[in-house]
T-cell receptor, first 113, second 113 residues
Framework: QKEVEQNSGPLSVPEGAIASLNCTYS??????FFWYRQYSGKSPELIMS????GDKEDGRFTAQLNKASQYVSLLIRDSQPSDSATYLC?????????????FGTGTQLKVEL | EPEVTQTPSHQVTQMGQEVILRCVPI?????FYWYRQILGQKVEFLVS????????KSEIFDDQFSVERPDGSNFTLKIRSTKLEDSAMYFC???????????FGQGTRLTVV
C-alpha cells in the first residue's frame, strides 16, 4: 500500500465549479495534514493545513479530515483558471522522529474556461 | 513576508564533482528539511535537521550526501560525487515546530552531465 494515495487526474472542472480532491494515507500516527499547490517547474506552495477531524475553511478552500478513515480532502469553490496546478497531499508523520512530510503523486487539476 | 531562499536557482555540474546547495530558512524556524523531485515524479524526502543534528533521513540520503548549518542562517546540502541520477529539483523547507506548516524555497535545479 502506498503511503499517500491520490488520483493523478487530470481532474477537469469548468470555471466557477467546485473541484474536489481526495487523499488517503497509511500512517495512522500522522497528526497534521497539509495541502500544497505546485505549478509546473515551481516549488510546492502551502495552501491549507488541518490538524483535527472535521472541516476547515479558508477563503475558497475547505479541507476535510477523517483520521478514522485515514482520509483527507480539499474542496476548491468557484474554481478559477489560475487554480490549474497539481495539488499535493502531505501528511506529517511522527514515525522516524523527523516529522517529515510524505507527499503523494498529486492530482492535476485543470480549470477550463 | 518571510520566505525560504535557495541558491543557486540552477546548477550544472559534471558527474563526479561535488556540489553544495544553499538555503536560508525562515529566521525563527527550528526545523529544516531537504526534498528532491526528479522530473515528472513526486516530491521525495531526503533529510530533516533539528537542533544541529539530523533527526531523520531517507534511503536516498546515503554517504554521498551531507547537511550542515554552518552559521545561524544558512543550511546546506552537499553531494560529494554527483551522479547522473542526482539530476533533480532540490527543495529546502523549514517549519517553526515539528508538526506545523512547512514552507518551501523556490528550489535549485541540479543538472549532472
Amino acid at each position: 500500500q502506498k503511503e499517500v494515495e491520490q488520483n493523478s487526474g487530470p481532474l477537469s472542472v469548468p470555471e466557477g465549479a467546485i473541484a474536489s480532491l481526495n487523499c488517503t494515507y497509511s500512517d495512522r500516527v500522522s497528526q497534521s495534514f497539509f495541502w500544497y499547490r505546485q505549478y509546473s517547474g515551481k516549488s510546492p506552495e502551502l495552501i491549507m493545513s488541518i490538524y483535527s477531524n472535521g472541516d476547515k475553511e479558508d477563503g475558497r478552500f475547505t479541507a476535510q479530515l477523517n483520521k478514522a478513515s485515514q482520509y483527507v480532502s480539499l474542496l476548491i469553490r468557484d474554481s478559477q483558471p489560475s487554480d490549474s496546478a497539481t495539488y499535493l497531499c502531505a501528511p506529517r508523520g511522527l514515525t522516524g522522529g523527523g516529522n517529515k512530510l510524505t507527499f503523494g503523486t498529486g492530482t492535476q487539476l485543470k480549470v477550463e474556461l | 513576508e518571510p520566505e525560504v531562499t535557495q541558491t543557486p536557482s540552477h546548477q550544472v555540474t559534471q558527474m563526479g564533482q561535488e556540489v553544495i546547495l544553499r538555503c536560508v530558512p525562515i529566521s525563527n524556524h527550528l526545523y529544516f528539511y531537504w526534498y528532491r523531485q526528479i522530473l515528472g515524479q513526486k516530491v521525495e524526502f531526503l533529510v530533516s535537521f533539528y537542533n544541529n543534528e539530523i533527526s531523520e533521513k531517507s534511503e536516498i540520503f546515503d554517504d554521498q550526501f551531507s547537511v550542515e548549518r554552518p552559521d545561524g542562517s544558512n543550511f546546506t546540502l552537499k553531494i560529494r560525487s554527483t551522479k547522473l541520477e542526482d539530476s533533480a529539483m532540490y527543495f529546502c523547507a523549514s517549519s517553526e515546530e515539528g508538526n506545523t506548516e512547512a514552507f518551501f524555497g523556490q528550489g535549485t535545479r541540479l543538472t549532472v552531465v
